[in-house]
């Protein structure tokens, strides 16, 4: 079955420090991945998905196919980074969500 | 184009009554899907309505139902309701176009907060 793990409940970093949120997939076929983030009282909204290798808010993520990764990465936080992030793989009409992890950056 | 609507916003059911909740899609799309997302958890994948069909299910029982109105409107409806239902329902709109089976980018809503007592 297909599965999206985020292990960090929560990650705690100062400004200016890097960030990496970890996110492990588990699909057989060619997986569409996502990165989805919810600020404080707003909706869900894409970030970045790894087919347009774009980069967001200064945020990237790669996939590894051999390690079945597509961890999201920044050189450095900001405070407005602050958030809940949710990891997702789709295909072929639905998404699995990771059970996010909760960045707070620190002044 | 205010995205994808979502009513009502907040909604107390007690257990065994029925429950609609409704969505209105970002203009232009023509797919909706619905998640339920219980309380420090990722959404979870209920179903999908493209041209007023359910194209595609998750792991949730037949008390989950829906539908898609000709508007591309949609709406879900949980029968016999339990307490394990409180959770934050949210509907996803997506444009899957001509191709009709690509997984596209969805667009999600603010949700619906049910709980049940």
């Known amino acids: 079955a297909q599965r999206v793990t985020q292990p960090e409940k929560l990650l705690s970093v100062f400004k200016g420090a890097p960030v990496e949120l970890k996110c492990n997939y588990s699909?057989?076929?060619?997986?569409?991945l996502f990165w989805y983030v919810q600020y404080s009282r707003q909706r869900l909204q894409l970030l970045l998905r790894?087919?347009s290798r774009e980069s967001i808010k200064g945020f990237t993520a790669d996939l590894n196919k051999g390690e079945t990764s597509f961890h999201l990465k920044k050189p450095f936080a900001q405070e407005e980074d602050s958030a809940m992030y949710y990891c997702?793989?789709?295909?072929?009409?639905?998404?699995?969500f990771g059970a996010g992890t909760r960045l707070a950056v620190h002044p | 184009d205010a995205g994808v609507t979502q009513s009502p916003t907040h909604l107390i059911k007690t257990r065994g009554q029925q429950v609609t909740l409704r969505c209105s899609p970002k203009?232009?799309?023509?797919?909706v899907s619905w998640y339920q997302q219980a309380l420090g958890q990722g959404p979870q994948f209920i179903f999908q309505?493209?041209?007023?069909?359910?194209?595609q299910r998750g792991n949730f029982p037949d008390r989950f139902s829906g539908h898609q109105f000709p508007n591309y409107s949609s709406e879900l409806n949980v029968n016999a309701l339990l307490l394990g239902d409180s959770a934050l329902y949210l509907c996803?709109?997506?444009?899957?176009?001509?191709?009709?089976?690509?997984?596209?980018?969805?667009?999600f809503g603010p949700g619906t907060r049910l709980l049940v007592l």
């Open positions: 699909y057989s076929g060619s997986p569409e």
């Open positions: 996803a709109s997506s444009l899957a176009g001509l191709s009709g089976i690509k997984s596209e980018t969805q667009y």
């Open positions: 203009s232009g799309h023509d797919t």
């Open positions: 309505y493209y041209e007023e069909e359910e194209r």
């Open positions: 790894h087919i």
């Open positions: 997702a793989s789709g295909g072929y009409n639905k998404l699995i």
